[in-house]
T-cell receptor, first 116, second 111 residues
Framework: DVKVTQSSRYLVKRTGEKVFLECVQDMDHENMFWYRQDPGLGLRLIYF???????EKGDIPEGYSVSREKKERFSLILESASTNQTSMYLC???????????????FGPGTRLTVL | KQEVTQIPAALSVPEGENLVLNCSFTDSAIYNLQWFRQDPGKGLTSLLL?????REQTSGRLNASLDKSSGRSTLYIAASQPGDSATYLCAGDQGAQKLVFGQGTRLTINP
């Protein structure tokens, strides 16, 4: 079974702190994604990566950055956390060649981040 | 810009009933349409993926259909069970695995 793990289930940080959310997948997937999920807004794509050291902006990248130094690990970074970044953060991965788009995304359990 | 809508936002039915969840999308140029399940406080689990060239997919008691011309997909659940209670999300793949999600339908199956 594909396994996507996220470093924390719950996280509480203070405004202005630098926050790291870690995601690891064990299936040698090329593609990894970070989403946030908010009531009334659904899931929105923050950043994604098709390969090591590659990154692409999603729909809402402002206030976030990412790092992918190894194939299995994709980190989301909040440079200076703000209260409007309080949310559920979900990581996903998939093995497909994105041009063929034949596979689904496998999601981690999520990290519920609260910024005070 | 692609928009995905799911109606209703919530649905409550008695156990044993067959039911249909609806998903509509504004841009028919999708590579595939995916249905996910999300349990409270958890991540998403993939249920079915329909390629743009397909009309339906089946897995057990679940059947998903896709009509690109009308911009609609449905998820049919047969003989519903309390364990089917969850939020169901549909997502259209815009290409390059960029998914656009609906806001979900929260389903409750009453014993």
């Amino acid at each position: 079974d594909v396994k996507v793990t996220q470093s924390s289930r719950y996280l509480v940080k203070r405004t202005g702190e630098k926050v790291f959310l870690e995601c690891v997948q064990d299936m040698d997937h090329e593609n990894m994604f970070w989403y946030r999920q908010d009531p009334g807004l659904g899931l929105r794509l923050i950043y994604f990566s098709y390969d090591v050291k590659m990154k692409e902006k999603g729909d809402i990248p402002e206030g976030y950055s990412v790092s992918r130094e190894k194939k299995e690990r994709f980190s989301l970074i909040l440079e200076s956390a703000s209260t409007n970044q309080t949310s559920m953060y979900l990581c996903a991965s998939t093995s497909t060649d994105f041009l063929s788009s034949t596979d689904t995304q496998y999601f981690g359990p999520g990290t519920r981040l609260t910024v005070l | 810009k692609q928009e995905v809508t799911q109606i209703p936002a919530a649905l409550s039915v008695p156990e044993g009933e067959n039911l249909v969840l609806n998903c509509s999308f504004t841009d028919s140029a999708i590579y595939n349409l995916q249905w996910f399940r999300q349990d409270p406080g958890k991540g998403l689990t993939s249920l079915l993926l329909i390629q743009s060239s397909q009309r339906e997919q089946t897995s057990g008691r679940l059947n998903a259909s896709l009509d690109k011309s009308s911009g609609r997909s449905t998820l049919y659940i047969a003989a519903s069970q309390p364990g089917d209670s969850a939020t169901y999300l549909c997502a259209g793949d815009q290409g390059a695995q960029k998914l656009v999600f609906g806001q979900g339908t929260r389903l409750t199956i009453n014993p």
